[in-house]
């Protein structure tokens, strides 16, 4: 699927993206660990860090937690302060801690839970979605709080592929168990 470059396309990616990678996670079992064979070409953390289908589900559930704070708390203030996208003290270079953080945070959490978690604020992804414009969505630095990108930009991260991610993991995981 090609990048999307306006809200139709990005509504139509999410949704999309969502529904297949939802499809796959229900064809294994809640509670089913992560077995598949880790190689050499699989340098991302994530590969040793997501132990099971709920460590998916978390991670998408807290970055679209980033997008949707991130989103709010520039929309509703004054523009002299923007508020970065990675919360202090992580940047672009460190941010795999901060990932890190959230699977730690969430060991307690259960499949179920993390399953609504990530229901609800997908829903959540899409209105906001819906709520810009495309030339708010896809202008380079349109917002000055957005730097030097897009904001549809961050929201095509935080949900197409992002889903496209989890579910290369989840095919993995089915291609091991078959």
Not at 27 to 35: E, G, H, K, N, W
Request: hydrophobic share 40%; no cysteine.
């Amino acid at each position: 699927m090609a990048r999307p470059t306006n809200k139709s396309e990005l509504l139509a990616a999410a949704t999309a993206q969502f529904d297949q990678m939802w499809a796959l996670m229900e064809r294994l079992p809640q509670d089913t660990a992560f077995t598949f064979s880790i190689t050499e070409k699989d340098k991302e953390a994530h590969w040793q860090r997501d132990k099971n289908l709920r460590d998916i589900l978390i991670h998408l559930y807290e970055w679209h937690q980033l997008t949707l704070n991130w989103l709010a708390a520039n929309r509703n203030q004054n523009q002299q302060h923007p508020v970065p996208f990675l919360p202090a003290p992580y940047s672009w270079k460190n941010y795999g801690a901060m990932n890190i953080g959230f699977w730690e945070k969430h060991q307690g959490t259960t499949y179920e839970t993390a399953r609504q978690q990530l229901l609800n604020s997908h829903e959540a992804m899409l209105q906001v979605i819906a709520s810009f414009t495309d030339e708010e969505l896809f202008t380079k630095a349109y917002f000055k709080w957005s730097g030097t990108t897009s904001v549809g930009s961050y929201l095509v991260s935080s949900t197409s592929s992002h889903y496209a991610w989890a579910a290369k993991k989840v095919k993995r995981q089915l291609k091991e168990s078959a």
